[in-house]
């Protein structure tokens, strides 16, 4: 059974950095193409970065596109979304998703696989 455990959330001023982490056990991580979706309160579940199966693909949603990077390294079978110049429109909950295969969308229904979710909250 696929298990996904992030961490890293917490507060953070407006204009600074976080570095999320996600780890997947369970599985062999090399199998699978990762992503980061985010839910702030009362809205829907976005989608955030995905990064293929040898991180030789990754995008993004334009809103954190050259503030946001995915990266995914094997060897830990790890993944991370390092944020930079947050905003208070980033606050949201953060969920690591995984789903098998070489490549994937953006889609929620795509991934089959969810972590637990961790706190990203960016005070102005």
């Known amino acids: 059974q696929v298990h996904l455990v992030e961490s890293g959330g917490g507060l953070v001023q407006a204009g600074g950095s976080l570095r999320l982490s996600c780890t997947l056990s369970g599985h062999t991580f090399i199998s699978y193409v990762m992503a980061w979706f985010r839910q702030a309160p009362g809205k829907e579940r976005e989608f955030v970065a995905l990064i293929s199966w040898n991180g030789g693909r990754t995008y993004y949603r334009d809103s954190v596109k050259g503030r946001f990077t995915i990266s995914r390294d094997n060897a830990k079978n790890t993944v991370y979304l390092q944020m930079n110049s947050l905003k208070p429109e980033d606050t949201a909950v953060y969920y690591c998703?995984?789903?098998?295969?070489?490549?994937?969308?953006?889609?929620?229904?795509?991934?089959?696989?969810w972590g637990q979710g961790t706190q990203v909250t960016v005070s102005s």
């Open positions: 998703a995984a789903t098998r295969g070489y490549d994937a969308g953006p889609g929620l229904n795509e991934y089959d696989y």
